[in-house]
């Protein structure tokens, strides 16, 4: 046997959760959001981060810091609740995640978890 090479399913470990991209798009439709997202996991110092940007939505735009900072900071709770770990939510303006032809790419693992 070799070593395994990439994912045969959607889902990641992190931090010893397993997470699943559905899981995270449930939290983003219950909460009103786009189900545009793109999800960043790295390592750093040997801990696992879990980085999600979501696009909003045209009217959920706000020209203030502190109503970002509160948005993000609730989303970030409600997918806490979802999926047992911590993320970092950035919210990014509409259609600023790029979107690909075919199956959408929603992960990008960092991680150097094999050779």
């Known amino acids: 046997?070799?070593?395994?090479?990439g994912r045969?399913?959607?889902?990641?470990?992190?931090?010893g959760v397993n997470v699943f991209p559905?899981?995270?798009?449930?939290?983003?439709?219950e909460q009103g959001y786009s189900p545009n997202y793109l999800i960043e996991v790295?390592?750093?110092?040997?801990?696992?981060?879990l980085d999600i940007s979501v696009e909003m939505n045209?009217?959920?735009l706000s020209d203030k810091v502190k109503d970002m900072q509160k948005q993000e900071r609730a989303l970030a709770e409600a997918m806490?609740?979802?999926i047992g770990i911590n993320?970092?939510?950035?919210?990014?303006?509409?259609k600023s995640i790029e979107r690909s032809e075919g199956k959408a790419v929603?992960?990008?693992?960092?991680r150097k978890l094999h050779d």
């Open 22 to 29: 559905s899981q995270i798009e449930t939290v983003l439709i």
């Open 80 to 82: 806490k609740l979802m």
């Open 1 to 5: 046997m070799s070593k395994p090479k």
């Open 58 to 60: 045209p009217n959920q």
């Open 87 to 94: 993320p970092k939510v950035h919210l990014v303006s509409p």
């Open 106 to 110: 929603r992960v990008i693992d960092k």
């Open 8 to 15: 045969s399913d959607d889902m990641m470990i992190i931090r």
């Open 42 to 49: 790295d390592r750093v110092n040997n801990s696992d981060t």
